[in-house]
């Protein structure tokens, strides 16, 4: 059960506890007010004979041997008899009728053998006024007749003053936090992204504050994916401006310059060849970002597909003066998508191929980590490395960061931003960091899901 639960459980008890200290306060003032009423005295010999039995006891044996009197009285209930102190309190701490108490005083005062009433000197020197109070019924039905209405007065207005309190408090201090919660939302829905609802929450520690922070977490992913689309947007536009550009100058070129026109023809081949990869690239990171892939899950063997992607890569880097080495530390696997990692793998080791000097190899090395059930991929260039500050970037889309001997890191942008989709949908993550001897090192981390192999493979 959780913390609102709590708050509102001990909301309730503490009112009904403060209507039961109220009704039980009433029942008092209740009693003390029938207790009030009484104004007249018994009389007669049966009042008589128990107020100067109890007299007798009280002179020779003091409270005690009174309080055995009572309790062996034979025959019918033993009438009230109050034994009052010089104070005006009953030596047993029973309610005392003070006007009653006051006429048996004037009685005493006149004559001291009145029928029942007496005055006695107790064996411990304190002197005592017995007597029997007699209920008035006429004034006595009247005074329980107010009391009952003003009792039932004071239990109604009592329990309505407890119950608006606490229902007033227990609404304000649900709904203020639902108000902002619903303000922000709406702020939220008129593109007001940057709202934010926990500073006007406060200090709540309970599910209303859990919730606002939930809020406010997707908010913050809201605003993120509002202004990676925006970016996005604007990047698309840019890098499919400079193909089409120069597409419409090689038709007017041709238009222009008949005898150039084969010539031209290959420019808008090869320009639409790119525009064609730009496409095809965007629309795999589009897949990627939507979670939508019609690929089906399947045992992958990491090894054995690295080492397709490596001699591929090896092929095209040969021809350029450069290598790539493959350390396989065991084997790995998962279970995933081969085609989507196949793609992840190629993008990253192509990457080093083309940012590496020539002369050089780009290092690709494969090593489970059982403690943290993970494997770890890393590819290692040979390059001038990227400014520390565009190491948190380089895996966004159409980031681009130093320029190779083929043209700027990534081509246009979208190969690393494609990579770590990729391996962010198998559970993973990626990190980039520059290598002290120099060159650009990214690591692959991707969990396992079998067994290692810790023999060594041979290195490709």
């Known amino acids: 059960m959780g913390r609102l639960f709590w708050k509102i459980f001990l909301g309730f008890w503490l009112t009904l506890v403060l209507i039961a200290i109220g009704v039980g306060l009433a029942v008092h003032f ?82 001291q053998m009145l029928s029942g009433v007496r005055r006695v000197l107790g064996h411990n020197g304190h002197e005592y006024v017995i007597f029997i109070p007699q209920p008035n019924r006429e004034a006595q039905e009247q005074a329980q007749q107010a009391s009952r209405s003003t009792s039932l007065s004071f239990q109604l207005v009592a329990a309505l003053i407890a119950s608006l309190l606490f229902s007033a408090v227990l609404a304000w201090y649900l709904t203020r936090p639902v108000r902002h919660l619903q303000s922000a939302a709406n702020r939220l829905a008129r593109g007001e992204l940057a709202t934010r609802v926990m500073p006007r929450i406060g200090g709540r520690r309970d599910e209303i504050a859990d919730l606002g922070r939930d809020f406010d977490h997707m908010a913050a992913q809201l605003q993120a994916l ?18 089409l550009a120069r597409l419409q100058v090689a038709v007017g070129l041709g238009h222009q310059q008949p005898d150039k026109l084969p010539e031209m023809l290959a420019r808008i081949e090869h320009e639409t060849g790119r525009l064609d990869e730009l496409v095809g690239e965007l629309l795999t990171l589009s897949r990627l970002e939507a979670h939508v892939d019609s690929e089906h899950d399947e045992p992958v063997d990491v090894s054995a597909l690295l080492e397709t992607v490596v001699e591929d890569a090896r092929f095209e880097a040969e021809a350029a003066g450069r290598g790539v080495k493959l350390s396989l530390d065991g084997e790995a696997s998962l279970v995933g998508k081969p085609e989507l990692l196949r793609r992840a793998f190629e993008n990253v080791v192509r990457n080093a191929v083309r940012y590496t000097a020539p002369g050089t190899s780009v290092s690709v090395s494969v090593k ?24 948190a970037t380089i895996f966004e889309p159409f980031v681009r960061a130093g320029e190779g001997a083929t043209g700027g890191r990534d081509g246009y942008g979208l190969g690393l931003a494609i990579a770590k989709r990729a391996v962010m949908a198998h559970g993973g993550r990626v990190a980039a960091s520059n290598r002290e001897e120099g060159g650009l090192c990214i690591a692959l981390y991707l969990p396992l899901s079998s067994s290692v192999d810790k023999g060594k493979r041979p290195t490709a």
Not at 30 to 57: C, H, K, M, W
Not at 226 to 243: F, G, I, K, T, W
């Open 30 to 111: 209740y009693n003390q007010s029938r207790i009030e009423a009484i104004t007249d005295l018994a009389a007669g010999p049966r009042a008589n004979f128990v107020v100067n039995a109890t007299a007798l006891a009280l002179a020779q044996g003091g409270p005690e041997s009174v309080e055995s009197l009572f309790r062996s009285w034979p025959g019918r209930r033993l009438p009230l008899v109050l034994i009052v102190d010089e104070a005006g309190k009953d030596i047993f701490e029973r309610p005392v009728p003070s006007v009653a108490l006051e006429r048996a005083r004037e009685q005493l005062r006149g004559a």
């Open 226 to 243: 509002v202004s990676a689309q925006q970016r996005l947007l604007h990047d698309v536009s840019h890098e499919l401006r400079s193909p």
């Open 368 to 391: 489970p980590d059982l403690n943290a059930a993970e494997m770890v991929i890393r590819v290692c260039d040979r390059g001038p490395g990227v400014a520390s500050a565009d190491l």
